[in-house]
């Protein structure tokens, strides 16, 4: 039996037979054994600082066999020792421990002098409680402990941003939400394995991320979620080299790894926070509709639906061969023949109007563009032309699209369709010219 009551402190004993020491015969000497194993100073200081002890966790006692109305501690002798040194510092032992209680003291005015106990009949009473209490799991009837990631959740959620996990935990849970991980595999992914990589910043960079504390990121989501997913993938594989032995320069060689599979992104946006990023719809049953897929997610360049004649010879094989690629499997080769079909069909679009083709696929676009213009297309259909023509710093500028050509950057499939796309009208009618 156990009944709930509020219990002054200087009526608690503390347990000479506790489990966390042997038999001790007198309080002083568990003071000072608690004072020097058991962390009771930094406690002491949790307790000033908050005013109580946690109102989440009683104290548990049962009645002295030989004083009566006294009692002795069944649960919570650390915390009994640090309030009966709050209330009186001299029996702490040394005079720099008495110091040190007696500033705790001062500082929060009056120490408690009661808890809220629960008062069990006898020690035999109290031991089931203590198991659970104590004693792990026990297959979910006793107290679980969180894991690394469970802190870090519960830190977001307060002011300990600072937690280092705190990256990590964001990325699993983006995964999980957005099916990166299957439900086995996200059991499986240790967030401090996590960690040893997002705060290396060659990977964060390779991967796409601005800081190491957020999910902020400056290339388009489906880039991210791409490479993402392999590294989540490799954290659970066994013998993977996503692990916690590895050291700095084997997180640095493993982002290096990524660039030369093609999977980190090349694109760039302006800075976007992922953590909200809102989930897909998926389709519902019933009306057997759905959205349309997202054109970034073909695996060939050209798609399916674009048709086009095309008499001039090498830039018919050149289309046909690209039309045909993989893209996910062959980014450089679908880069590589993509600007060539682009400056083909411009050479061939001038020299068909009687304009000599200049050598620097910037100025055949500038020219075309111009072309185009004569044949009554306004600035808005020519743009995506003249900003290829002009602005260096494009993405999809011939200085660029060299770039990748020429190794200095790993293309991706989207590369290759999101130029492809924003070209489309203009290689219409470059291609199968309007009569």
């Not at 190491?212 to 490479?227: A, C, G, Q, W």
């Amino acid at each position: 039996m156990h009944t709930n009551k509020i219990v002054r402190v200087d009526q608690i004993f503390l347990d000479n037979n506790n489990p966390r020491h042997d038999p001790i015969d007198s309080e002083p000497e568990i003071i000072a054994y608690l004072l020097k194993e058991e962390s009771v100073k930094p406690l002491a200081k949790s307790i000033a600082k908050l005013g109580s002890t946690s109102p989440l966790e009683r104290v548990a006692v049962v009645p002295h066999p030989k004083v009566k109305d006294k009692f002795i501690s069944a649960e919570g002798n650390r915390r009994i020792c640090a309030l009966k040194l709050l209330a009186d510092p001299s029996k702490s032992g040394s005079e720099a421990n008495r110091k040190y209680f007696q500033s705790l003291s001062d500082s929060m005015g009056t120490a408690p002098k009661s808890v809220d106990a629960v008062i069990f009949d006898s020690a035999i009473s109290a031991r089931p409680w203590l198991s659970l209490r104590h004693e792990g799991p026990q297959g979910g009837v006793g107290t679980r402990q969180w894991n690394s990631g469970q802190k870090t959740r519960f830190n977001m959620q307060g002011d300990k941003t600072s937690n280092p996990n705190v990256q990590a935990a964001l990325l699993m849970d983006y995964a999980k939400k957005h099916s990166l991980t299957t439900d086995a595999q996200h059991k499986k992914l240790k967030i401090s394995t996590l960690t040893r990589y997002l705060t290396n910043p060659v990977f964060r960079h390779t991967v796409g991320l601005t800081d190491n504390r957020s999910l902020t990121v400056h290339v388009p989501k489906e880039e991210f979620d791409k490479i993402a997913k392999r590294f989540l993938l490799d954290a659970t594989a066994d013998n993977s080299a996503v692990n916690s032995r590895t050291n700095v320069q084997q997180r640095i060689d493993y982002a290096n790894q990524l660039r030369k599979d093609g999977l980190a992104p090349s694109s760039n946006i302006d800075p976007v926070d992922l953590s909200d990023a809102p989930v897909a719809p998926k389709s519902k049953g019933g009306s057997g509709k759905r959205d349309n897929t997202n054109p970034d997610n073909r695996r060939h360049v050209i798609p399916s639906t674009f048709t086009a004649h095309i008499k001039e010879p090498i830039l018919k094989r050149l289309y046909d061969e690209l039309k045909k690629l993989d893209a996910e499997e062959h980014s450089f080769a679908a880069v590589y023949l993509l600007r060539a079909v682009i400056e083909q069909a411009a050479a061939t679009t001038l020299q068909k109007a009687g304009i000599a083709p200049p050598t620097e696929l910037h100025k055949k676009l500038g020219r075309v563009a111009d072309l185009l213009q004569k044949k009554g297309w306004n600035d808005r259909q020519v743009k995506n032309l003249r900003v290829m023509a002009n602005d260096v710093e494009s993405r999809y500028s011939p200085d660029s699209i060299g770039h990748f050509v020429h190794g200095g950057k790993v293309p991706t499939r989207t590369d290759s369709i999101k130029l492809w796309d924003s070209l489309q009208d203009v290689m219409t009618e470059l291609i199968t010219p309007t009569k």
